[in-house]
Every structure is written in structure tokens, then in C-alpha cells.
């Protein structure tokens, strides 16, 4: 039986911990770019959501979205990963974001991706700029992600950046601080060996980089956005 973490609670992670601030989106187009929608974090294309069917990391053999839609259906791997049919058959809505399944399903959102996921994967070109959510400080890891993480001001939040342009082409440095919105690398051609587009995870923590993974979607209310930007009324 599988466990299921309610929203509320991975969106807070735990009752007192502190929301983090509002929170810049960090995928903007390439210079020449005609294109405004990676400005947007509910027009820039989604290719896997944050799991709110825990535990984090692993795979229960579901996968929920921030607004309460579940896939247990059907299992289909795609690139080692695992996604779900709609536990009701039906198609995955879901408002806020600009979902696609990758072609995998017949309506481009048949499947929900994937098990364990603790961010959101961005469908983006190869050196589109990436750019910090908050102000913090740059941690340079050296996991095969090839991950950027920020340790932000407000006290033990963190935004992690993975499959980033490796150096020289990183225009950051470990220990620098710098600012919303300052560029902090840009997207690389793959992800980490895996036959996949390339693309941009994003994970928010609280709790410091080892905490708690949060959902900056919220819980399907205006409320509980963590972006700086609200969608279109």
C-alpha cells in the first residue's frame, strides 16, 4: 500500500516550518529568442511534476500532482523513469501548468511523470539562461546532475538547479552571492547520460539542501504559489 503525504504538508514541510518567499522563475528565452513563454512558470513547457504521493525518491507505484490528480494506472517506463494513467482513465488536466507527457501517451497528457519526483522538469533548449529564483549564496556540487544549489537569506530555503552547463561555461562560482533573477548557468544539451531532451529540474527545499522537498505549484490555490508571478486571471 502505497503512503500518501497530503499537499499542505510537503508544501510546508511540516507545521512550522516557514513558507519560502516568493520565488522568480528561472528559465528565460536565449537572446534572439521570439518565444515569451519561459518567462512564464505556467506557460513554460512541463514534462514531470513534483510527486506529492510519497516517499520522496522512490517508487510506490503512484505519482500525485499539486492539484490532488493521481496516476496508478498502466505503468509506463520512459528513459528508466515510470509514469501513470489517471486513476478515473480520464486525461490529465492540470491547471497552472503546461503539461505534455512527452508524446508518450495519444493526447500528449495521458501519463503523469514520474515516481519519486521531487521537482519540476522544464522542456528547454540547450543554453537557454537560467537564472537564481532568490537571492543566496552558490553551492557547486559535484554529483553527476551536474547541480547548482542556492542557499537563500531567508534562513534555510534552497532552490537546486540540475543538468546545468558544466564549467567553463558556468558563470558562477562556489561561495559567490548573487542575486534574483542574476544569470547562474544555462541548460545543457542532455541530462545525465539518459536519452532524453534537454531540460532544466528545478527542487525547492526548506529545511537547508538536505530538507524538505516543497512544490512551488502549491496545492492548486493562489494561496499556497510560491511563484513572484501569478498566472493570468
Given amino acids: 500500500m502505497s503512503r500518501v503525504v497530503e499537499p499542505s504538508t510537503l508544501l510546508l514541510g ?26 512564464d512558470p505556467y506557460r513554460a513547457p512541463v514534462s514531470a511534476v513534483f510527486d506529492h504521493d510519497g516517499p520522496f525518491n522512490q517508487v510506490n507505484g503512484a505519482v500525485r500532482a499539486y492539484n490532488g490528480e493521481r496516476g496508478s494506472l498502466n505503468p509506463v517506463i520512459d528513459d528508466g523513469v515510470y509514469g501513470y494513467r489517471r486513476d478515473d482513465g ?21 501519463y503523469l511523470f514520474y515516481d519519486g519526483h521531487t521537482g519540476y522538469d522544464y522542456a528547454a533548449g540547450e543554453w537557454t539562461p537560467v537564472r537564481a529564483a532568490d537571492d543566496g549564496v552558490v553551492q557547486l556540487t559535484a554529483n553527476s546532475y551536474n547541480e547548482v544549489i542556492l542557499h537563500h537569506s531567508d534562513g534555510g530555503h534552497t532552490t537546486h538547479y540540475l543538468h546545468m552547463k558544466l564549467p567553463p561555461y558556468l558563470p558562477v562560482l562556489d561561495g559567490q ?31 537547508g539542501a538536505n530538507g524538505t522537498p516543497v512544490d512551488p505549484y502549491g496545492d492548486g490555490t493562489n494561496t499556497r504559489l510560491l511563484w513572484e508571478q501569478l498566472p493570468l486571471q
Fill in 177 to 207: 552571492s548573487v542575486k534574483k533573477g542574476q544569470l547562474i548557468g544555462y541548460v545543457s544539451d542532455t541530462s545525465t547520460g539518459q536519452p532524453v531532451g534537454a531540460h532544466l529540474h528545478l527542487t525547492v527545499k526548506t529545511g
Fill in 90 to 110: 480520464q486525461l490529465f488536466q492540470l491547471p497552472l501548468l503546461k503539461y505534455s507527457d512527452g508524446g508518450i501517451g495519444q493526447a500528449g497528457n495521458d
Fill in 14 to 39: 511540516g507545521p512550522q516550518c516557514i513558507p519560502p518567499p516568493k520565488l522568480h522563475f528561472p528559465l528565460t528565452p536565449p537572446p534572439g529568442s521570439l518565444s515569451t513563454a519561459l518567462y
